[in-house]
């Protein structure tokens, strides 16, 4: 969910001002879900441009503060969110953990890292959100270690169908500084995107898991 349009504005603004955004139709990209996508979301380039990290990070903490005030812990997600997790635990004066897709493959073999006590209310911070799946195992894996799930929030989604419906069915909250539909709206605007490149990611939009 979107809470602040001009935020969602600003953050595309940003993404493709850094050239976080990467196209290419011709060779397309390959996510871990297995998907082929024209485009691709990078943003731990963020942590790279101070001014930008400390925007991004303190709209996260504002949409912590005003949704999830009870919020006693911050969690990142594995690899792509842990620098701006950190952060935006620094922001809230809050402690920090990290959560990894697959346990360590040595010594103690952990899931999570950092220190925690069990019922802590945590808010996970997530990059992006794309079909939902690895954000959810995300979750899943803090509750399974009796932490206080209170939600989610990321710098940037996707909004495909299958993650809202996903995240519903797992009664997850979640929210977005910036969407697929923002960053559209926006480089279409500034015409980032000649006509070609504009056709390719709007067909694949509409059907995202058969494209290429």
Same mark, same amino acid.
């Given at each position: 969910?979107?809470?602040?349009?001009? &935020?969602? @504005?600003?953050? !595309?603004?940003? #993404?493709?001002? /850094?050239?976080?955004? %990467? +196209?290419?139709?011709?060779?397309?990209?390959?996510?871990?879900?297995?998907?082929?996508?024209?485009?691709?979301?990078?943003?731990?380039?963020?942590?790279?441009?101070?001014? &930008?990290? @400390?925007?991004? !990070?303190?709209? #996260?903490?504002? /949409?912590?503060?005003? %949704? +999830?005030?009870?919020?006693?812990?911050?969690?990142?997600?594995?690899?792509?969110?842990?620098?701006?997790?950190?952060?935006?635990?620094?922001?809230?004066?809050?402690?920090? &953990?990290?959560?990894?897709?697959?346990?360590?493959?040595?010594?103690?073999?952990?899931?999570?890292?950092?220190?925690?006590?069990?019922?802590?209310?945590?808010?996970?911070?997530?990059?992006?959100?794309?079909?939902?799946?690895?954000?959810?195992?995300?979750?899943?894996?803090?509750?399974?270690?009796?932490?206080?799930?209170?939600?989610?929030?990321?710098?940037?989604?996707?909004?495909?169908?299958?993650?809202?419906?996903?995240?519903?069915?797992?009664?997850?909250?979640?929210?977005?500084?910036?969407?697929?539909?923002?960053?559209?709206?926006?480089?279409?605007?500034?015409?980032?995107?000649?006509?070609?490149?504009?056709?390719?990611?709007?067909?694949?939009?509409?059907?995202?898991?058969?494209?290429?």
């Amino acid at each position: 969910m979107i809470l602040d349009e001009d &935020i969602a @504005k600003k953050t !595309s603004e940003l #993404l493709l001002q /850094i050239n976080a955004i %990467k +196209f290419n139709h011709k060779n397309p990209f390959t996510w871990a879900s297995g998907w082929k996508s024209p485009i691709y979301c990078d943003n731990r380039i963020i942590l790279s441009y101070p001014e &930008i990290r @400390k925007y991004i !990070s303190k709209q #996260l903490s504002e /949409i912590i503060s005003n %949704k +999830f005030p009870e919020t006693e812990l911050i969690a990142g997600v594995a690899t792509g969110a842990i620098g701006i997790g950190m952060l935006v635990a620094h922001e809230l004066s809050k402690p920090f &953990i990290y959560v990894r897709s697959n346990p360590k493959g040595h010594g103690r073999k952990n899931m999570i890292e950092g220190y925690f006590h069990e019922s802590s209310k945590v808010v996970v911070i997530e990059d992006l959100i794309s079909t939902g799946s690895s954000s959810l195992k995300a979750c899943n894996s803090l509750k399974n270690e009796g932490l206080n799930l209170q939600g989610m929030v990321s710098i940037f989604n996707y909004d495909f169908e299958l993650s809202k419906n996903n995240f519903l069915k797992n009664n997850v909250e979640y929210f977005s500084l910036s969407s697929f539909t923002h960053l559209l709206n926006y480089a279409k605007e500034k015409k980032f995107f000649n006509r070609e490149e504009l056709d390719h990611i709007l067909s694949w939009k509409e059907d995202p898991s058969n494209w290429g």
